[in-house]
T-cell receptor, first 107, second 114 residues
Framework: AQRVTQPEKLLSVFKGAPVELKCNYS??????LFWYVQYSRQRLQLLLR??SRESIKGFTADLNKGETSFHLKKPFAQEEDSAMYYC?????????FGTGTRLTVIP | NAGVTQTPKFQVLKTGQSMTLQCAQD?????MSWYRQDPGMGLRLIHY???????DQGEVPNGYNVSRSTTEDFPLRLLSAAPSQTSVYFC?????????????FGPGTRLTVL
Protein backbone atom coordinates (compact mmCIF):
# COMPACT_ATOMS: atom_id res chain seq x y z
CA ALA A 1 0.00 0.00 0.00
CA GLN A 2 1.13 3.53 -0.68
CA ARG A 3 2.30 5.59 2.26
CA VAL A 4 4.05 8.90 2.78
CA THR A 5 6.02 9.64 5.93
CA GLN A 6 7.15 13.05 7.09
CA PRO A 7 9.00 12.41 10.34
CA GLU A 8 9.17 16.00 11.55
CA LYS A 9 5.98 17.74 12.65
CA LEU A 10 7.83 20.95 13.45
CA LEU A 11 11.07 22.38 12.09
CA SER A 12 12.65 25.68 13.04
CA VAL A 13 15.66 27.20 11.30
CA PHE A 14 17.30 30.60 11.33
CA LYS A 15 17.04 32.91 8.36
CA GLY A 16 19.86 32.20 5.95
CA ALA A 17 20.42 28.66 7.22
CA PRO A 18 19.88 25.61 5.01
CA VAL A 19 16.63 23.75 5.39
CA GLU A 20 15.70 20.17 4.60
CA LEU A 21 12.22 18.76 5.02
CA LYS A 22 12.21 15.00 4.95
CA CYS A 23 9.82 12.79 3.06
CA ASN A 24 9.91 9.03 2.66
CA TYR A 25 7.45 6.99 0.68
CA SER A 26 6.29 3.45 0.30
CA UNK A 27 5.02 2.44 -3.12
CA UNK A 28 5.58 -0.60 -5.29
CA UNK A 29 5.45 1.10 -8.68
CA UNK A 30 7.06 4.20 -10.16
CA UNK A 31 6.16 7.03 -7.78
CA UNK A 32 4.78 10.41 -8.68
CA LEU A 33 5.81 12.73 -5.90
CA PHE A 34 4.86 16.28 -5.08
CA TRP A 35 5.44 18.94 -2.49
CA TYR A 36 2.47 21.12 -1.59
CA VAL A 37 2.69 24.19 0.63
CA GLN A 38 0.12 26.05 2.69
CA TYR A 39 1.08 29.57 3.74
CA SER A 40 -0.83 31.26 6.53
CA ARG A 41 -4.36 32.12 5.45
CA GLN A 42 -3.75 30.84 1.92
CA ARG A 43 -4.85 27.80 -0.01
CA LEU A 44 -2.86 24.66 -0.31
CA GLN A 45 -0.84 24.97 -3.50
CA LEU A 46 1.62 22.94 -5.49
CA LEU A 47 5.25 23.83 -4.81
CA LEU A 48 6.99 21.36 -7.06
CA ARG A 49 6.75 17.89 -8.59
CA UNK A 50 9.53 15.41 -9.10
CA UNK A 51 8.84 14.90 -12.81
CA SER A 52 9.62 18.55 -13.54
CA ARG A 53 13.01 18.53 -11.83
CA GLU A 54 12.55 22.25 -11.26
CA SER A 55 13.53 24.75 -8.60
CA ILE A 56 10.67 26.80 -7.21
CA LYS A 57 11.28 29.67 -4.79
CA GLY A 58 14.77 28.27 -4.32
CA PHE A 59 13.46 24.85 -3.26
CA THR A 60 14.52 21.62 -4.93
CA ALA A 61 13.63 18.00 -4.29
CA ASP A 62 15.35 14.95 -5.68
CA LEU A 63 13.74 11.57 -5.95
CA ASN A 64 15.99 8.88 -4.49
CA LYS A 65 14.47 5.55 -5.37
CA GLY A 66 17.11 3.61 -3.46
CA GLU A 67 16.26 5.37 -0.22
CA THR A 68 12.60 5.90 -1.20
CA SER A 69 12.95 9.56 -0.31
CA PHE A 70 11.91 12.90 -1.77
CA HIS A 71 13.40 15.44 0.61
CA LEU A 72 12.77 19.15 0.05
CA LYS A 73 15.82 21.39 0.31
CA LYS A 74 16.69 25.05 0.21
CA PRO A 75 20.21 26.38 0.79
CA PHE A 76 19.21 29.66 2.44
CA ALA A 77 15.89 29.89 4.28
CA GLN A 78 13.84 33.08 4.11
CA GLU A 79 11.19 34.30 6.55
CA GLU A 80 8.52 33.99 3.85
CA ASP A 81 9.23 30.25 3.68
CA SER A 82 7.45 29.77 7.00
CA ALA A 83 4.49 27.55 6.16
CA MET A 84 3.07 24.06 6.35
CA TYR A 85 4.66 21.68 3.87
CA TYR A 86 3.09 18.44 2.68
CA CYS A 87 4.74 15.70 0.71
CA UNK A 88 2.28 13.79 -1.47
CA UNK A 89 2.31 10.63 -3.55
CA UNK A 90 0.21 10.61 -6.69
CA UNK A 91 -1.63 7.47 -7.69
CA UNK A 92 -4.54 7.14 -10.15
CA UNK A 93 -5.21 10.88 -10.02
CA UNK A 94 -5.41 10.77 -6.23
CA UNK A 95 -2.95 12.26 -3.81
CA UNK A 96 -1.82 10.54 -0.64
CA PHE A 97 -0.46 13.13 1.74
CA GLY A 98 2.03 12.90 4.53
CA THR A 99 1.18 14.40 7.90
CA GLY A 100 2.98 17.63 7.09
CA THR A 101 5.88 19.62 8.53
CA ARG A 102 5.42 23.11 9.88
CA LEU A 103 8.49 25.14 9.01
CA THR A 104 9.29 28.25 11.00
CA VAL A 105 12.09 30.51 9.84
CA ILE A 106 13.42 32.57 12.72
CA PRO A 107 14.53 36.12 11.80
CA ASN B 1 -11.61 32.60 -13.07
CA ALA B 2 -12.67 32.11 -9.48
CA GLY B 3 -10.93 28.74 -9.42
CA VAL B 4 -12.26 26.37 -6.77
CA THR B 5 -14.85 27.85 -4.43
CA GLN B 6 -16.27 26.34 -1.27
CA THR B 7 -19.21 27.34 0.90
CA PRO B 8 -19.67 27.83 3.76
CA LYS B 9 -16.33 28.89 5.24
CA PHE B 10 -17.38 27.93 8.74
CA GLN B 11 -20.16 25.73 10.09
CA VAL B 12 -21.22 24.44 13.49
CA LEU B 13 -23.53 21.44 13.66
CA LYS B 14 -25.09 19.41 16.40
CA THR B 15 -24.63 15.67 16.45
CA GLY B 16 -27.14 14.04 14.14
CA GLN B 17 -27.75 17.05 11.93
CA SER B 18 -27.22 16.86 8.20
CA MET B 19 -25.66 19.35 5.86
CA THR B 20 -24.05 19.76 2.46
CA LEU B 21 -20.68 21.34 1.82
CA GLN B 22 -20.64 22.99 -1.56
CA CYS B 23 -17.74 22.93 -4.01
CA ALA B 24 -17.61 24.46 -7.47
CA GLN B 25 -14.90 25.04 -10.06
CA ASP B 26 -14.93 27.10 -13.23
CA UNK B 27 -11.84 25.63 -14.90
CA UNK B 28 -13.66 22.81 -16.72
CA UNK B 29 -11.70 20.26 -14.72
CA UNK B 30 -12.90 16.69 -15.00
CA UNK B 31 -11.38 15.48 -11.75
CA MET B 32 -12.64 16.68 -8.37
CA SER B 33 -12.04 15.42 -4.87
CA TRP B 34 -12.74 16.03 -1.20
CA TYR B 35 -10.15 15.84 1.56
CA ARG B 36 -10.33 16.32 5.29
CA GLN B 37 -7.45 17.85 7.20
CA ASP B 38 -6.91 16.88 10.82
CA PRO B 39 -4.04 17.85 13.13
CA GLY B 40 -1.22 15.34 12.94
CA MET B 41 -2.90 13.37 10.18
CA GLY B 42 -2.38 15.47 7.09
CA LEU B 43 -5.01 15.41 4.37
CA ARG B 44 -7.03 12.28 3.76
CA LEU B 45 -9.09 11.61 0.66
CA ILE B 46 -12.81 11.18 1.31
CA HIS B 47 -14.38 10.82 -2.15
CA TYR B 48 -13.39 11.70 -5.68
CA UNK B 49 -14.91 11.99 -9.13
CA UNK B 50 -13.27 11.55 -12.52
CA UNK B 51 -16.16 13.16 -14.37
CA UNK B 52 -19.85 13.99 -14.27
CA UNK B 53 -21.86 10.99 -13.11
CA UNK B 54 -18.82 9.09 -11.79
CA UNK B 55 -17.78 9.03 -8.15
CA ASP B 56 -15.66 6.72 -6.03
CA GLN B 57 -14.52 6.30 -2.46
CA GLY B 58 -11.22 7.43 -1.06
CA GLU B 59 -9.47 6.52 2.20
CA VAL B 60 -12.12 7.72 4.65
CA PRO B 61 -15.55 7.67 2.96
CA ASN B 62 -17.72 6.53 5.89
CA GLY B 63 -20.34 9.07 6.91
CA TYR B 64 -20.10 11.05 3.68
CA ASN B 65 -21.96 10.96 0.38
CA VAL B 66 -21.17 12.70 -2.89
CA SER B 67 -22.71 13.16 -6.30
CA ARG B 68 -21.49 14.75 -9.52
CA SER B 69 -24.35 15.83 -11.72
CA THR B 70 -22.35 18.55 -13.50
CA THR B 71 -18.70 19.12 -14.31
CA GLU B 72 -18.66 22.26 -12.17
CA ASP B 73 -20.15 21.06 -8.88
CA PHE B 74 -19.17 18.37 -6.41
CA PRO B 75 -21.12 18.64 -3.13
CA LEU B 76 -20.23 16.64 -0.03
CA ARG B 77 -23.11 15.50 2.18
CA LEU B 78 -23.00 14.60 5.84
CA LEU B 79 -26.19 12.66 6.52
CA SER B 80 -25.87 12.46 10.31
CA ALA B 81 -23.00 14.50 11.67
CA ALA B 82 -20.76 13.08 14.38
CA PRO B 83 -18.10 14.79 16.52
CA SER B 84 -15.47 12.70 14.72
CA GLN B 85 -16.30 14.67 11.58
CA THR B 86 -15.04 17.89 13.11
CA SER B 87 -12.35 18.88 10.65
CA VAL B 88 -11.33 21.24 7.89
CA TYR B 89 -12.61 20.08 4.53
CA PHE B 90 -10.89 20.87 1.25
CA CYS B 91 -12.19 20.43 -2.24
CA UNK B 92 -9.76 20.11 -5.13
CA UNK B 93 -9.90 19.82 -8.90
CA UNK B 94 -7.50 19.00 -11.69
CA UNK B 95 -7.52 18.77 -15.49
CA UNK B 96 -8.48 15.61 -17.36
CA UNK B 97 -6.97 12.33 -16.31
CA UNK B 98 -3.21 12.45 -16.16
CA UNK B 99 -0.93 11.43 -13.38
CA UNK B 100 1.17 14.56 -13.21
CA UNK B 101 -1.58 17.12 -13.18
CA UNK B 102 -1.56 19.77 -10.47
CA UNK B 103 -4.52 19.74 -8.12
CA UNK B 104 -6.10 23.10 -7.34
CA PHE B 105 -7.53 23.47 -3.86
CA GLY B 106 -10.39 25.50 -2.50
CA PRO B 107 -10.09 27.70 0.61
CA GLY B 108 -11.58 25.08 2.91
CA THR B 109 -14.61 24.72 5.16
CA ARG B 110 -14.05 24.51 8.90
CA LEU B 111 -16.71 22.25 10.40
CA THR B 112 -17.35 21.74 14.09
CA VAL B 113 -19.76 19.06 15.28
CA LEU B 114 -20.89 19.42 18.87
Amino acid sequence: AQRVTQPEKLLSVFKGAPVELKCNYSYSGSPELFWYVQYSRQRLQLLLRHISRESIKGFTADLNKGETSFHLKKPFAQEEDSAMYYCALGWANNLFFGTGTRLTVIP
Amino acid sequence: NAGVTQTPKFQVLKTGQSMTLQCAQDMNHEYMSWYRQDPGMGLRLIHYSVGAGITDQGEVPNGYNVSRSTTEDFPLRLLSAAPSQTSVYFCASSPPLGSYNEQFFGPGTRLTVL
